[in-house]
């Protein structure tokens, strides 16, 4: 099982590396999955991550890059270690450094969580 996640988180990751967020969550996440942010809020689904993150998108005038730093997998866990770079449509410049931390189930992200770090 871990083999399956590793590959799968690789895959994930790969398509994040190259922008295509959206592509990710349709392939590799459970429909129920949830997301959870660094505050505590969440999201219930697959469809409300993508109907947050097209939204987030629509606002920004750039999506310069995502740096995947480095990625672990266990049993049916995964964690990857990332940097987005964009920029916000007022032309200010955001940068995230996060964690994301996922649980599998069946070939299928099931949870998420960001972890932000400074």
């Not at 295509?20 to 689904?45: M, W």
Request: proline letters at 2%; glycine letters at 8%.
């Amino acid at each position: 099982m871990t083999a399956n996640i590793a590959a799968a988180e690789t895959a994930s990751n790969a398509l994040t590396a190259q922008g295509k967020i959206l592509d990710s969550i349709d392939q590799f996440y459970a429909d129920n999955c949830v997301f959870t942010e660094p505050d505590g809020s969440h999201r219930s689904s697959k469809a409300a991550q993508r109907a947050h993150l097209e939204g987030f998108f629509a606002t920004l005038k750039s999506f310069e890059s995502a740096t995947l730093h480095g990625e672990a997998t266990g049993d049916n866990f995964s964690a990857s270690e990332w940097t987005f770079k964009m920029t916000a449509g007022d032309g200010s410049p955001i940068v995230w450094n996060e964690t994301l931390v996922r649980t599998w189930q069946d070939g299928k992200i099931t949870s998420e969580k960001y972890y932000t770090q400074g």
